[in-house]
């Protein structure tokens, strides 16, 4: 059964650091993995999608890597800012026949002013 | 594109009442999926539906629990009888094959 943990849970950091969002999974079987932005009170916002084939994904401030042979994916954000405090999740789409998607459990991260 | 709708936004109900979430996916999208949201168990997948049919209810937690996808434009969440348990926030999904998955804003469901 394939398991998705995301470590930290939170993570508080000052305006401007860089920082590291990690993602591991149990079963390197998988088709692509997601990651997902979660502001309070809202739905889930896609940031990057990575294919099990690519290595890596960069959109704006965001990079996104992926082993799938170690079964870990890292989200790094650039010069963070307080607009990027929300809850992270990163999601594994199994392989095969199936097109599930199992979810981490999610980094809630804040960015202070 | 207007994204996945859900409604209603908030639904407040009492124990043993029936609840009725709706969603309409993205126009396009052949796969449609109902999550769970809970500050326990985070999201866990219900079901999902490929074409109107579903593939897989493994999630689906009680008999309570239903869910119809009548067309492709189309699908609700059913919970009768409700109970206090079942309060969580419940979302809405699509996708066009394998590619990203798109989400509505969710439901929240408050059963007393």
């Known amino acids: 059964k394939q398991e998705v943990t995301q470590i930290p849970a939170a993570l508080s950091v000052p305006e401007g650091e860089n920082l590291v969002l990690n993602c591991s999974f149990t079963?390197?079987?998988?088709?692509?993995l997601q990651w997902f932005r979660q502001d309070p009170g809202k739905g889930l916002t896609s940031l990057l999608l990575?294919?099990?084939?690519?290595r890596e994904q960069t959109s704006g401030r965001l990079n996104a890597s992926l082993d799938k042979s170690s079964g870990r994916s890292t989200l790094y954000i650039a010069a963070s800012q307080p607009g990027d405090s929300a809850t992270y999740l990163c999601a594994v789409r199994l392989g095969g026949a199936t097109n599930k998607l199992i979810f981490g459990t999610g980094t809630l991260l804040a960015v202070q002013p | 594109d207007a994204g996945v709708i859900q409604s209603p936004r908030h639904e407040v109900t009492e124990m043993g009442q029936e609840v009725t979430l709706r969603c309409k996916p993205i126009s396009g999208h052949d796969y449609l999926f109902w999550y769970r949201q809970t500050m326990m168990r985070g999201l866990e997948l219900l079901i999902y539906f490929n074409n109107n049919v579903p593939i897989d209810d493994s999630g689906m937690p009680e008999d309570r629990f239903s869910a119809k996808m009548p067309n492709a434009s189309f699908s609700t969440l059913k919970i009768q009888p409700s109970e206090p348990r079942d309060s969580a926030v419940y979302f809405c999904?699509?996708?066009?094959?394998?590619?990203?998955?798109?989400f509505g804003n969710g439901t929240r469901l408050t059963v007393t």
């Open positions: 999904a699509s996708s066009r094959g394998r590619s990203p998955l798109h």
């Open positions: 990575i294919q099990s084939s690519q």
């Open positions: 079963d390197s079987a998988i088709y692509n």
